[in-house]
């Protein structure tokens, strides 16, 4: 097992996940991008290499399951371990009435949004114990709800029942520490397709959330 520091960022290719990426990798990680958009991960190692750090891109979909057991058994035999899970990935929901769900997209919101967390969290938490002291997954969170947010909503509030039953599990057990994480709002693409129209002047910068989250959650 090695000493350096492996972070796992899921959903890194834009956005906040992007901006965890540059931030943790700044800090000495290095960081194991995944995501589906090859292009905005290659862009990604782009700005992380530029500024000293390394990264190893994964780009793949999270909801294929033997490709996320390859990836979390690469990690493994590469490295060892993973001392932090950063999990940001989302699957927008079309925003609609709560009353007219768009039941054909709603599958694919389910499986990526509770199915491959799910299945991701019992793949990463054998790499998150091998860590000394134990490894940190933290679920990036979104508690605001509104009209026209329903299935979005709904996706998130399972996230967060997952992670909650699991911070309580290893509260008692200690050998993961369980984390969640809420940024403020952001002018990214997600929030965009949620609140279209949007004036972004006063939201925050991905950057500065990524870096207070290292902070709040004393993961630097």
Same mark, same amino acid.
Do not use: Y
């Given at each position: 097992m090695t000493d350096q520091k492996i972070a796992l960022v899921t959903g890194a290719s834009r956005g906040f996940g992007a901006a965890v990426a540059e931030e943790l990798a700044r800090l000495g990680y290095h960081v194991v991008?995944?995501? !589906?958009?090859?292009?905005?991960?290659e862009d990604l190692d782009d700005r992380i290499q530029a500024a000293?750090? /390394?990264?190893?891109? #994964?780009?793949m979909d999270i909801t294929q399951t033997d490709a +996320?057991?390859? @990836?979390? !058994?690469?990690?493994? %035999?590469?490295?060892?371990?993973?001392d932090l899970w950063v999990h940001t990935a989302i699957q927008s929901p079309p =925003?609609?009435?709560?009353?007219?769900?768009? @039941?054909? =997209?709603?599958?694919?919101?389910? *499986?990526?949004?509770?199915e491959a967390m799910a299945v991701?969290?019992?793949?990463?938490?054998?790499?998150?114990? #091998? *860590?000394?002291?134990?490894?940190?997954?933290?679920?990036? %969170?979104?508690?605001?709800?509104?009209?026209?947010?329903g299935a979005y909503t709904a996706c998130k509030a399972a996230q967060r029942a997952l992670f909650t039953a699991w911070e309580a599990e290893q509260a008692r057990l200690q050998d993961v520490h369980?984390?969640? =994480?809420?940024?403020?709002?952001?002018?990214?693409? /997600?929030?965009?397709?949620? =609140?279209?129209?949007? %004036?972004?002047?006063? @939201? #925050? !910068?991905? #950057? %500065?959330?990524?870096?207070? +989250?290292?902070?709040?959650l004393a993961l630097g």
């Open positions: 991008a995944v995501a !589906r958009t090859t292009g905005g991960l000293g750090g /390394h990264a190893t891109l #994964a780009p +996320m057991r390859t @990836l979390c !058994r690469g990690i493994f %035999d590469r490295w060892g371990h993973v =925003f609609s009435p709560a009353e007219q769900i768009d @039941l054909k =997209f709603w599958p694919k919101a389910i *499986a990526a949004n509770v991701l969290m019992g793949f990463v938490a054998p790499l998150l114990r #091998a *860590a000394p002291g134990g490894g940190t997954a933290v679920l990036v %969170d979104d508690e605001a709800a509104g009209p026209f947010a369980v984390r969640r =994480f809420v940024p403020a709002p952001m002018p990214t693409n /997600h929030r965009n397709r949620l =609140f279209p129209g949007e %004036d972004t002047t006063g @939201l #925050a !910068r991905p #950057a %500065d959330e990524a870096r207070r +989250m290292v902070a709040d």
